[in-house]
């Protein structure tokens, strides 16, 4: 079985949890903060953090046209809470308006909703079922969380909030070989989402 190189983006937020979990799925990990850094690596993790933050300092390092030529050529990428606002091809604020000026990687053909779920107060944990892992719905934690609210029929949707006021929104998604969640499974101790990725990475390399 082959190890896969996975370059976790460590400009901003959850690098270190990230790298733990993919190491413990078989994966080696590279921190990945200059454009030369995305050489070689088999997939890409983009973690939870502030995604204007992150977007930002790729831009000012000459890592953000990089990163959006990486995914537009095929790396797999996986981009979770920022990560899934970063891959998002189209954002809203809060309150549903256009938010044309945030940077994005790109990737997903989906509209984002940056933190949907409300503010840092506002954070909380659910059980979302997660097509294509196997076992009990993952434990899902949402921290000033975004959800997706459109996403073209190209986009699988793998999981939705079940219950309460968000009952239906989209929380993870797939489209091709980039995947997102709005949750942080790093977070959780439930390595099902970084080991369907690490496999993901791993039949593509």
Not at 38 to 66: C, Y
Not at 86 to 93: F, G, I, K, Q, S
Request: proline share 5%; aromatic share 4%.
């Amino acid at each position: 079985m082959s190890t896969p190189l996975v370059g976790v983006l460590a400009l901003q937020g959850d690098v270190r949890e990230h790298r733990a979990v993919l190491e413990q799925q078989g994966a080696r990990t590279v921190a990945v903060r200059r454009p030369e850094e995305l050489d070689g690596v088999d997939g890409l993790v983009l973690p939870g953090g502030e995604s204007t933050t992150i977007a930002k300092l790729a831009d000012r390092w000459g890592l953000l046209e990089p990163l959006r030529a990486a995914v537009r050529g095929g790396l797999p990428a996986y981009g979770s809470c920022a990560g899934m606002i970063l891959l998002a091809d189209r954002l809203l604020d809060a309150a549903g308006n256009a938010i044309p000026d945030q940077q994005t990687i790109g990737g997903l053909d989906v509209t984002v909703r940056r933190n949907a779920f409300g503010r840092q107060v506002d954070s909380f944990e659910s059980e979302v079922a997660v097509e294509g892992l196997t076992g009990p719905p993952v434990h899902a934690v949402f921290i000033r969380a975004p959800w997706v609210e459109e996403a073209a029929d190209t986009v699988q949707v793998l999981g939705r909030v079940s219950g309460g006021p968000a009952d239906g929104r989209i929380v993870a998604v797939r489209q091709g070989d980039v995947v997102a969640t709005s949750f942080h499974p790093e977070l959780t101790g439930d390595t099902r989402m970084h080991r369907f990725f690490v496999d993901l990475v791993r039949e593509r390399s």
